[in-house]
Every structure is written in C-alpha cells, then in structure tokens.
C-alpha cells in the first residue's frame, strides 16, 4: 500500500535525488478471485466511489474495474466546470454536497486536483431568459446555495473582452453568477481518488473490460472479464456512455440515449479570461486552462452514437458561439478537438440506485454535466451500496422514477452541455 | 459530417436532416389497459445499442419526409434504408 504522502518537503526531497525515487502512485495488481463489491468503470465516478467505500463505510476488500486507462472516458475528456445552480431541489442538493465536497478534496486526498473557484457566469439573451435566471437564483438562494443575477455592465467589469453591444446577434441581458463554481484539472481527480482509493486497500485493476454480469436467480454473482470471472457479492456500475450495454448484460432496460459530445482547446495564449462563461442561449461554454489554453464546449451530436468524435459541422456551431461573445478570438486557432460518449435521461438527471437484480447497483445518466458531480456521486452511490438503500441524498434519483413519474425536469439549468 | 442516403432524395449531407430516434416503437394500441411499467417501457426505454440500430431521420431540409436507417452506431457505417411503414 501506497503511504507517500506529497509536500513540499517531498517535493524539495525529491528534487535533491533527482526526481528519481518517486514511487508509484498507485499498484497494478493481478484481480482476485473474489470481492466484497466490485466497481465496473475507473472514471471519476467509480473511482471516487471505491474511496468513500473504504473511507466512509470500512469495505477496503474492493476492486475498480476499467476496460482502457483511468479517467480515458468521459472523466479526462470534459471540460471541467463545477457549479451547483441547479433549479430543483433535489437536484441542488445533491450538486451542492458534490461542490462542498470539492472545496475540501486536494487536502482530503492529500492531491492537488487544482479546484479553482473563479465564478461560472450563465448568461441570458431575452427577457425570458432573465425570468428563467431569476427564478433560478431565487430557488438557489432557498437551498442556501450562492447565487446572484448580474447586469451587462456588471458583467462587462468582470469580464473586459466580451461583446455586450445592443447590435450584436443575440444580445447579453444578464447572467447568474455562482462565484463558488470553477474549474478543476480532471486527470488530477482521477489520479486523486485513484491514489487514495489504492492507499485504503482498494485493487484498481485497468486494461480489464467486463463483457458480462453473472447472476443466480435474482441476485448478481460476479462479473465476466478479458482477465478472467472474478465473484463479488455487490456489483456497481459506473460506465457513462456504456451504461445501456451494462444493464443489457444484466437484462434490463434503461431510459438512456448515448451521444457524443465534444470539446475543444486552441493554443496556448496568456492569460485573458478568469473565469468561466456559459450559454444557453448561443449554446457555448469557456474558459482557460492554466497552461493558457481556451477550453471550449460543443453541444451533443443529434444521433446515438458510441465513436468517440463526433460530426465536423458541430465545430462551426461552437466557434459561432464563442466568436458571438468574444469578437476577439475569432483569430485564435485551435488546437485539438476530441470527442466522449455522454449517457442523455429524459429528465437531464442522473440515474443512482438500486436495480430489480440483487445485489447490483447503477449510477449513470450524468450525460453532459457530471464532472462536477464527481465527489458527491462517489459519496451516494457508496452509502447506495454499502447499506444497500439510497443516501437521502439521491433516493429521489432511482430508475423508479420513471413509472411513476416523479421526473427531476432540469433541463434548463443543464441545457447547455457542461 | 454523415452521408445519408434518403430513400427518394439519395445521398445527402448530416445536416439536411434531422434525427428522430429508436425506430419501431409503436404507441400501444390500449392505453387505458397498460400499466405504469408498460407506460415506463413506451415512453422512457431505449435499446441504445453498441452496434446496429434502426433508428429513424427525416430530411427536414429536402423532401420532408421520414424514413427509416440502420446505423452501426460505433462505425457511423448505414447499412439499410428504406421507406417507413
Ligand atoms: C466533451 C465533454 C464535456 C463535458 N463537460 C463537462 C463540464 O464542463 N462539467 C461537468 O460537470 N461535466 C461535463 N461533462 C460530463 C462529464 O464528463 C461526465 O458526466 C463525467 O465525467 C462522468 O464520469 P464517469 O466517471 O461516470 O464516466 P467516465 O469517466 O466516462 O468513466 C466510465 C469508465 O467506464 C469504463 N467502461 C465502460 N465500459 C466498460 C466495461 N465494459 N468494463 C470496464 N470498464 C468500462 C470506460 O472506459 C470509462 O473509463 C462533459 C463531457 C464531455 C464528453
Ligand atoms: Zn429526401
């Protein structure tokens, strides 16, 4: 087990022996033949998921199973905004315990996930618009959540190189501000929880793809893998994109449709823009990375699809919408495009809970906006499994909402991909 | 972009048209006998496969009119197209 812990005096160490006797941050041990629970998916969620299981519950006889590299999925290719503004209350609740969660997580996990609280603006364009933000903030406000709704000048102060001119194609009537939200370096919370999780006793296994779920009568039994059967009493599920596979394994139907959604980084240019900026309305979302780098959002391809790029002509839609906001960047050239497969519900609500198999658990439907959920995901789903009963937390989010349609309608607060 | 063939336009661009989902799934002939599940499993339940779908487009921006695809949703590649019904 993994007991190095970083400082800067691990730093100044290292740095004498010539970065030479780092160890590893975590084992790549051989599967066992049996766990307590096994986690199928080492993104964010599943990885964030074995951690609380160890850490809040006790259950360290666990294993993370992941087909490619961690965080290869949806975890590494986003782009990485925290907020928790979110319309409904059961909705709010669970994103603010995510972000309470973030504001803690470098020191809990002894790992610098680079949690920046810079401000998320969502801008409006129409008087509607504004009508939808002002509830929006008002019912934030209820939850006990930060919110406020800023002015075009105010936000013009804020942010110098927008383009709030009354002549501009879909002109910025205002926006909420939530200066709680950020950003936060992905491949660090993968690592972070990795690392962790690996300290407590957690087997993260990668290059070991499930291609099946055994089960007896009505309860699971264990998984089938490229690295061979491997039993456990508990089973979650945590694969994004992948979930409808899954549960086809399992035999049940789930209220998902996988996309691809992609993102964007130009080059590296000094530093412009310090805070986040989304928009329904244009549909587009930026910020820059602290390499330098615009980190830009597209919408969702309209088809289902698993290959991991998407359609060319959604490039043009993006650009038009930063290029609507920020005139001034129409110059800058991009850099790389790539592509995830997010998990779209009908509600735009995620999917937590327990199935009508024993002993297996799903947590899905995150589709465009889970990273930021990342923390308080792993911290429901592991209380879900380990007491076998949704945390309060997440027990109006079960695949039984869909029969008896208690939906949690947040499209609006999650319309644009984020 | 896609190519897709629309059975009585031919071979178009993506954005031509726009896609309506899972094909094959009928409102049920008695909805005042179904259940909250059967309810669930129409409205809500989705095959959403890695792999061969059948699914549904319609060229909004040409003829207007439906038709159904099968796509390989993991290669992009069609492999039927043919009128509705
Ligand atoms: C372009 C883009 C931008 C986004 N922007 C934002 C944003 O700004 N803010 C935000 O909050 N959210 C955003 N999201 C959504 C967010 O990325 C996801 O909701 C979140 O990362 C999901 O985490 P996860 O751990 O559940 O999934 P993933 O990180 O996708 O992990 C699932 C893992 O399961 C593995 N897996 C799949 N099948 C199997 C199998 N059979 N056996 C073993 N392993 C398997 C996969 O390889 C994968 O590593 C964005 C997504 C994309 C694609
Ligand atoms: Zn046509």
């Not at chain 1, 993968?190 to 089960?215: M, S």
């Not at chain 2, 899972?22 to 008695?30: L, S, V, Y």
Request: positive net charge; proline residues 4%; contains cysteine.
């Amino acid at each position: 087990m993994n007991k190095q812990k970083y400082s800067i005096f691990a730093l100044l160490r290292n740095a004498v022996s010539y970065n030479e006797n780092w160890r590893q941050a975590w084992r790549s041990p051989e599967p066992k033949k049996k766990y307590d629970v096994i986690i199928v998916g080492g993104g964010g969620h599943g990885l964030a998921t074995a951690y609380y299981l160890a850490r809040e519950h006790g259950i360290r006889n666990v294993a993370v199973l992941e087909k490619g590299w961690i965080g290869g999925g949806n975890t590494g290719r986003n782009t990485t905004i925290v907020r928790s503004n979110y319309l409904w209350t059961e909705a709010a609740l669970l994103y603010e315990k995510s972000l309470k969660l973030w504001e803690g997580l470098s020191q809990e996990l002894n790992y610098n996930v680079m949690f920046s609280q810079r401000g998320v603006y969502n801008l409006g364009h129409s008087l509607q618009d504004m009508r939808d933000i002002e509830r929006r903030v008002g019912a934030n406000r209820l939850n006990g959540i930060d919110a406020e709704v800023v002015t075009p000048g105010q936000i013009k102060a804020a942010i110098p190189i927008i383009n709030i001119s009354p002549k501009a194609r879909y002109p910025i009537s205002g926006a909420s501000l939530q200066r709680r939200g950020g950003v936060a370096r992905h491949d660090a919370v993968a690592w972070g929880f990795a690392r962790a999780a690996d300290a407590l006793g957690v087997d993260i296994i990668q290059q070991c793809e499930v291609t099946g779920l055994n089960r007896q009568a009505d309860r699971v039994t264990g998984v089938e893998t490229s690295r061979g059967r491997i039993t456990a009493d508990k089973i979650g599920v945590v694969v994004a994109g992948h979930a409808s596979v899954l549960a086809a394994m399992a035999g049940l139907r789930f209220p998902l449709e996988s996309h691809p959604l992609q993102a964007y980084v130009s080059e590296p240019l000094k530093p412009i823009l310090d805070t986040v900026v989304m928009s329904n309305g244009v549909h587009g979302y930026i910020s820059q990375s602290d390499k330098g780098e615009l980190v830009i959002g597209a919408g969702v391809d309209a088809y289902t699809g698993y290959g991991q790029r998407g359609s060319f002509h959604t490039i043009e839609h993006a650009m038009q919408a930063i290029i609507e906001l920020f005139p001034l960047f129409s110059r800058v050239r991009m850099l790389r495009q790539w592509g995830g497969i997010v998990d779209v519900s009908p509600d735009a609500c995620p999917i937590i809970g327990k199935t009508p198999v024993q002993g297996l658990y799903f947590n899905c439907g995150w589709g465009t906006g889970g990273f930021k959920a990342t923390p308080g995901s792993g911290w429901v789903f592991a209380h879900t499994i380990a007491r076998d009963n949704p945390h309060e937390l997440n027990a109006a989010f079960g695949l039984e909402r869909f029969t008896s349609g208690a939906l949690i309608d947040e499209h609006g607060a999650a319309a644009v991909a984020h | 972009m896609l190519l897709i063939k629309c059975p009585w336009c031919g071979t178009r661009d993506e954005s031509e048209f726009s896609y309506g989902g899972e094909a094959d799934i009928a409102r049920p002939a008695t909805p005042d006998t179904l259940t909250d599940a059967e309810w669930a499993d129409y409205l809500f339940m989705r095959k959403n496969p890695r792999g061969l779908h059948r699914e549904q487009w319609v060229h909004a921006h040409g003829c207007r009119r439906w038709f159904v695809l099968e796509r390989d949703t993991v290669t992009y590649r069609f492999s039927a197209t043919r009128e509705p019904g």
